[in-house]
């Protein structure tokens, strides 16, 4: 799934490299998304954000949002097991699950860094992806609650792992308005 990859990328700390590359970005979240669908606008307004912004604050901000606040912590297991040898246990069997599916870690990154985790499933068929994704939508659910409730622009790539993630309470309550709200416009059309 390469809005996984794209979604990962928006994930890290912002380089001017990738940064020069949002246009291409956006052709990948249209081509993946289409402009109608929740998560591509909300990826718009993210990738919107990270074009009108000057390097420096973009980095400050990331750092001030995910780094410094440890209830925005992009470490998956930080939110289950905290500092727990549990969470240790679990980093090195997502290692070898990362091996087995042929990715080797080569960022200084800890395996439970939701980027990477996300690199990792846009690697793998897509029904095991959205499986896996589905296993973390607590978290990713926490995560996005959170940053909207700070007001972060970084809420549109939670907001897009949500609706890519079946079996999340969010994308059900958006698909239950969706259809409600396709429902008043057909009653309302059909009494004009």
Same mark, same amino acid.
């Given at each position: #799934?390469?809005?996984?990859?794209? $979604?990962?990328?928006?994930? %890290?700390? @912002?380089?001017?490299?990738?940064?020069?590359? !949002?246009?291409?970005?956006?052709?990948?979240?249209?081509?993946?998304?289409?402009?109608?669908?929740?998560? /591509?606008?909300?990826?718009?307004?993210?990738?919107? +954000?990270?074009?009108?912004?000057?390097? $420096?604050?973009?980095?400050?901000?990331?750092?001030?949002?995910?780094?410094?606040?440890? %209830? *925005?912590?992009? +470490?998956?297991?930080? *939110?289950? #097991?905290?500092?727990?040898?549990?969470?240790?246990?679990? #980093?090195?069997?997502?290692?070898?699950? +990362?091996?087995?599916?042929?990715?080797?870690?080569?960022?200084?990154? !800890?395996?439970?860094? !939701?980027?990477?985790?996300?690199?990792?499933?846009? !690697? $793998? @068929?897509?029904?095991?992806?959205?499986?896996?994704?589905?296993?973390?939508?607590?978290?990713?659910?926490?995560?996005?609650?959170?940053?909207?409730?700070?007001?972060?622009? +970084?809420? /549109?790539?939670?907001?897009?792992?949500?609706?890519?993630? @079946?079996?999340?309470?969010?994308?059900?309550?958006?698909?239950?308005?969706? %259809?409600? /709200? *396709?429902?008043?416009?057909? $009653?309302? %059309? /059909?009494?004009?």
């Amino acid at each position: #799934m390469r809005l996984l990859k794209l $979604i990962a990328v928006l994930l %890290t700390y @912002p380089e001017q490299d990738w940064l020069q590359s !949002l246009g291409e970005l956006r052709d990948t979240v249209s081509a993946e998304t289409g402009r109608s669908l929740r998560a /591509g606008r909300r990826l718009d307004l993210l990738l919107s +954000y990270l074009e009108r912004g000057q390097l $420096i604050d973009l980095q400050e901000t990331y750092v001030e949002t995910f780094d410094r606040r440890p %209830t *925005h912590s992009l +470490y998956l297991f930080e *939110h289950r #097991m905290g500092e727990s040898r549990d969470r240790g246990e679990a #980093m090195v069997r997502l290692i070898d699950e +990362y091996r087995r599916s042929g990715l080797e870690v080569t960022s200084r990154e !800890l395996p439970d860094f !939701l980027p990477l985790f996300l690199e990792f499933l846009s !690697l $793998i @068929p897509t029904k095991e992806a959205q499986e896996r994704l589905t296993r973390i939508a607590d978290v990713v659910q926490i995560l996005r609650d959170r940053l909207e409730d700070a007001g972060s622009p +970084y809420v /549109g790539a939670f907001d897009a792992l949500v609706t890519l993630t @079946p079996d999340s309470r969010l994308a059900a309550a958006l698909s239950a308005i969706r %259809t409600r /709200g *396709h429902k008043l416009t057909a $009653i309302r %059309t /059909g009494t004009r």
